[in-house]
């Protein structure tokens, strides 16, 4: 019976293996795509034939990048985004957190109402609240800063960021804390010691997720963020579009490119730190 089974399940695995790459191939391709253009020239980009390698290799699109002609600044748009993505990031953790553990370990009146209330807020698109948004910042005035957008993305990221950490805290059992008061740990001490390392692949996924929707956002930083010294990368990038001529996608490219680093070394920082603290946390424990 194992011997006919034996070429099957070899069969099944060389068709799922053959799938993955297929996956992973798709996946990995409309990167390489922009990464392969942004080293061409922009007349072969536009031209008929299709090009799978530069026959042309330029560091030009990356010099137009970063040279002053008249449009908002690389270097700028870069800080901006930074600043309000990793303050969005942290400020949502901290909120998100500190609500995951209410309504998770916690049994209050309005617990219900609270869940269901990030659930509808979740189905609200950020899209019907633009002019209200851009109302109550210009009578705070706070259009066109750090702070304004700041907000407005942690009020954009904070639903889903508490509903995806009650998931995780809510599969971390309270008997692990009270195993740890038993051998004579507080409350807080049982929490930071034994619950708060097990949590740690939830935060730093939802911290990833957080970080990828700032980072990203375009519609709301282009309302409320206008002026070129404000702009965040997604709203720079449109500069490069040009209504009456043929538009630059070689520094379109370009730009892109340079714009999905820092998401991959905060990938990379975050991970390293995650394998860290699970260890660390199993070891104390």
Not at 13 to 20: D, G, Q
Request: with cysteine; net charge positive; hydrophobic share 55%.
């Amino acid at each position: 019976m194992g011997a006919a089974t034996s070429p099957r399940r070899r069969v099944a695995t060389v068709l799922f293996s053959a799938l993955s790459v297929g996956i992973f191939a798709c996946s990995v391709f409309p990167v390489y795509w922009m990464v392969q253009t942004s080293f061409q020239p922009n007349n072969e980009i536009i031209g008929s034939d299709v090009n799978f390698w530069p026959e042309t290799f330029t560091l030009r699109n990356y010099e137009t990048v970063f040279s002053p002609d008249g449009r908002a600044q690389f270097l700028p748009a870069l800080g901006n985004s930074l600043t309000v993505t990793l303050l969005t990031v942290a400020v949502a953790l901290v909120f998100a957190f500190l609500a995951a553990l209410a309504v998770t370990r916690f049994r209050f009146r309005t617990r219900k109402a609270f869940i269901l209330a990030i659930l509808i807020v979740q189905m609200i698109p950020a899209e019907a609240m633009i002019v209200s948004t851009f109302r109550v910042l210009d009578g705070w005035n706070l259009l066109n800063t750090i702070a304004g957008l700041t907000f407005v993305y942690i009020a954009t990221v904070l639903p889903f960021t508490i509903w995806t950490l009650r998931g995780f805290v809510n599969g971390v059992p309270i008997d692990l804390e009270e195993a740890g008061m038993i051998d004579g740990l507080s409350r807080m001490g049982a929490f930071w010691r034994i619950t708060f390392p097990l949590l740690a692949p939830g935060l730093v996924a939802t911290g990833v997720f957080g970080f990828i929707q700032a980072w990203n956002e375009f519609l709301l930083a282009l309302v409320v963020n206008s002026r070129p010294e404000m702009m965040t990368l997604p709203v720079w990038l449109r500069t490069f579009q040009v209504a009456t001529g043929t538009t630059n996608w070689a520094a379109i490219m370009a730009g892109s490119t340079l714009m999905a680093i820092p998401v991959i070394v905060f990938f990379l920082v975050v991970q390293g730190r995650m394998t860290k603290g699970l260890v660390s946390g199993a070891v104390k424990g």
